[in-house]
Each structure stands twice: as structure tokens, then as C-alpha cells.
């Protein structure tokens, strides 16, 4: 039986998902059928707040979104606070019923409908909310995070140097920081031994999260990336849809 429900959930999530990459650009009716398919519509990760979707687990790193994004010391940087409440519920960090059929331990990106889960059972995940860009719509598929920096360094691809001269004197990396574009974590992604150059990584931009106006790979608030990066190691499978 739990086979077979997994099946069900799996040809729902892939259905929803399926007919988002059929509209281009950003779409609010896909995240409503996402959003009221079983998935979540609670405003927030709070542990004891009312529910509507099926009781689930409890969480450490879900709660309050006041704990969740508030201003964190991470060695010798200090990340500001996230204005939560400005933001659109739906891309707060929280704990929701899975409906990817994917298994435990694997990430699965939607740039569609701007979010992405991490997979930790057969019944629940961990949603984030996520910025994209019009590159990042150009590769999807299955993948693996090959490696995993703290604070990493930035190259910009040639590419980006001829589009902004500017760019130039970061030919040769820039190193991680506040400033740096990769922001607090990054999780690089290879798919057949080959980097993909499509990266999972943080910004202190709140405001470009469940939009598209990145570089062209998937951002997360800093303070998601830190959760998810602490959730998973090397070797990691990710499915982008």
C-alpha cells in the first residue's frame, strides 16, 4: 500500500510540476495548484501553529520565522536579519507534506514555481522558497552536489566579463563575503562527472526570492542555505523539474 501511495503522489507532484514547465516565466496560477494540492498553505514554519494540512513532524530548525531568519553570527561574518515579514509566506522555510516521490535524502528544484525541497521521508520535506533567473530555467534534469564550500569564491564566467567590463577585476575570483554573489553556502551540482555550472547557493537579496531576476542559478535565503547545506553531504542527488 505504501508503494503504491508513493506512486500516486509522485504522478501528482510530477503532474503540477509537468504543467508548469509548459508556461514560461513566473505563473501564479502554478503556485496556487501547488499550493493547494496537499502540499502547505501554513503562513509559516511555526511549530504549535495552526494547521491546516496533516500533523507532521516537529523540526529544530523550524520554527518561529522570527528564530528562523533573525540576525545569525556564522564565524566571521554577521548575516542580517531577514524581514520576514515582508515577504510572501509561501517561500518561509517549513516543513510540509511530501508529494515529489522522491526518496529520503534528495533535493528537488522546481525554477517554475520558485521553490525547492529537501526529501526527508516518505511523507515529509523541507520546502524553501528560491530566486531564479531567465539561465536558470535552460538546464534541468538529475544531478549531484559534487562539493560544498563555506563563504566561496566567485568567478564570474567569461561570458558575464564581456556582458559587464566591470566584472574584470574578478576575473580571478572574488573571495567569499557579504558581497560575494554565492553568498553564505554553496552547493555545486555535476551531472555524468561534468560540472553543470548550476549552483544552490545563498543571498541576503530576500527580495528576489520567488522571483526571477538572478544571475541564473538558484539562490536561497542565506539563512536556508545554511540549513539545507547542514542537511546534506557530498553525493547528494538533485532533480531539477
Not at 111 to 136: I, M
Request: net charge positive.
Amino acid at each position: 500500500m505504501t508503494t503504491m501511495n508513493n506512486a500516486i503522489r509522485r504522478r501528482e507532484f510530477l503532474a503540477v510540476a509537468g504543467a508548469g514547465l509548459l508556461v514560461s516565466g513566473c505563473n501564479s496560477s502554478n503556485f496556487d495548484t501547488m499550493t493547494t494540492s496537499g502540499i502547505d498553505r501554513m503562513s509559516t514554519g511555526s511549530i504549535g501553529a495552526h494547521q491546516i494540512r496533516p500533523a507532521i513532524g516537529v523540526d529544530a530548525n523550524l520554527r518561529s520565522a522570527g528564530k528562523m531568519y533573525g540576525e545569525i553570527r556564522d564565524g566571521e561574518h554577521l548575516l542580517a536579519a531577514v524581514p520576514h515579514d515582508k515577504m510572501d509566506p509561501r517561500f518561509r522555510r517549513q516543513r510540509v507534506v511530501n508529494k515529489t516521490g522522491m526518496p529520503p535524502g534528495t533535493i528537488v528544484v522546481s525554477p517554475h514555481q520558485h521553490h525547492a525541497w529537501y526529501v526527508l521521508s516518505n511523507d515529509e520535506a523541507v520546502r524553501y522558497g528560491v530566486g531564479v533567473g531567465k539561465a536558470g530555467f535552460e538546464w534541468q534534469g538529475d544531478a549531484v552536489i559534487a562539493r560544498k564550500a563555506q563563504w566561496p569564491r566567485w568567478t564570474p564566467p567569461a561570458e558575464m566579463i564581456q556582458r559587464r567590463p566591470d566584472l574584470v577585476k574578478f576575473a580571478g575570483g572574488q573571495e567569499g563575503g557579504i558581497d560575494n554573489p554565492l553568498g553564505a553556502r554553496a552547493l555545486y551540482l555535476f551531472a555524468d562527472g561534468r560540472d553543470t555550472l548550476y549552483r544552490l547557493h545563498g543571498t541576503p537579496e530576500w527580495d528576489s526570492i520567488g522571483k526571477s531576476m538572478s544571475s541564473g542559478c538558484i539562490r536561497f535565503l542565506n539563512q536556508d542555505i545554511i540549513d539545507l547545506y547542514n542537511r546534506v553531504p557530498n553525493g547528494t542527488r538533485v532533480r531539477v523539474i
